[in-house]
């Protein structure tokens, strides 16, 4: 089944949520105002490094954690206006929690660790928990495994059993802090195709890890960044800069939005930025000897345009407008400071030159065909 978010209401919505930890040895911002905001059914990984704040973040959602400032609103309710008792049923009911270290109950079977949530909240008939705790397990594929204790079975099962047991309120929302953190490659993708399922089946999972080859599995990556989030565009344009970077230009951006058709550059005009497609699509035009615009190309979300030219003369080699069905948003970055990227990163600086030769070889040969070969 396809999944068809179930209505326009994002999943979760953080607002300027901060978090200051004050201790002996002074004050922390852990987390700096964050703005964030999933919709249903994505599958996001969180991803940054060791005490840059996921954690935190992610405690904010399950409401494990409280924030000095601002909100989280998880499918329209506001998470930290609740009483504690409140919460911890709104949880059960709302949220399944997985954690790196499982945190199975020891002395329980793996069926009936599976039914403790049921039993938190009361949900479901009393007799039929125990066979919705079967199913649950046979889901994960531990329906043999169901009567065992967690340590009589390996790590990558103790794991599909939190998972099961996360499961067990059926929870729109599942929250996984490095799930398949202790586990080895192969527990890890059976780990992630299970959340690939889910998140058909219609959840929402945000999950934080450290493995950059999961997060080719996710529909959407948030960076964090010394508890900040980075700018996602800004992310996907540049993928090889460092998060430390890629913060620096989250600070340095300027956002410009434009209504469908509307022009964004006139060939010859002066460029001043470097601009990232956040979304809508643009079209690149050239005139051809009749002064018509011709179109010969067209960018779409986390593609940029401006490199030519910041690179090169100054002034744009092409016309750049809003394509008529769609209207734009970009982020601009000033020429200085994309001229001390690509001083400082030499990767970037290669990658960017390679798109140049492309691009102006693909205007000239549209230029050829407009001219018909006269120039
Ligand atoms: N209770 C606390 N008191 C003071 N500082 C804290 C507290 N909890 C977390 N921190 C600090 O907040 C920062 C972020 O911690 P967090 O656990 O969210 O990081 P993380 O990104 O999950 O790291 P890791 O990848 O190592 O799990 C760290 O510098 C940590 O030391
Ligand atoms: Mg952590």
Known sequence: MINQPSSFLPAIEMQKVQKV????????????????????????????KSGSGKSTLLNMITGIDHPTGGDVIVNGVNVHTMNESTRSLWRGNNLGIVFQFFQLLPM?????????????????????????ALELLALVGLE??????????????????????????????????EPTGNLDTK??????????????????????THDPSLTERTSRTVVISDGELINETVAKCFVNLSHHE????????????????????AQDQT?????????????????????????????KADQFFGEIELTGSGRSIANVSASTGTSVSLVGIKREKFLEILKNSLVTEEA???????????NRIASEKLTGGRR
Do not use: W
Not at 247 to 265: A, C, M, Q, R
Not at 355 to 361: A, I, Q, S, Y
């Open 352 to 362: 960017i030159q390679n798109v140049v030769r492309l691009r102006l070889e693909e």
């Open 144 to 177: 043999k495994q169901a009567y065992k204790l967690p340590t009589t079975v390996s790590t990558g099962q103790q794991q599909c059993a939190a998972i099961a047991r996360a499961l067990a309120t059926d929870p729109p929302v599942i929250a996984a802090d």
């Open 187 to 208: 527990s890890s993708d059976v780990i992630i195709s299970l959340f690939d399922h889910l998140v058909k089946s219609g959840k929402t999972i945000v999950m934080v």
């Open 108 to 132: 329980l079977t793996l069926q009936e660790n599976v039914m403790l949530p049921m039993d938190f909240v009361n949900k479901y008939d009393f007799d039929e928990r125990p066979k919705r």
């Open 21 to 48: 930890f004050k201790n002996a040895a002074g004050t922390f911002h852990v987390l700096k105002g964050l703005d964030l905001s999933l919709a249903q059914g994505e599958f996001v990984a969180i991803v940054g």
């Open 271 to 299: 460029v001043d930025y470097l601009y990232l497609i956040v979304s809508g699509e643009v079209e690149i035009s050239l005139l051809d000897p009749k002064g018509k615009h011709r179109v010969i190309t067209s960018l």
């Open 246 to 265: 890629l913060l620096d230009l989250t600070h340095n951006l300027e956002s410009f939005s434009f209504d469908p058709g509307s022009n964004i550059l």
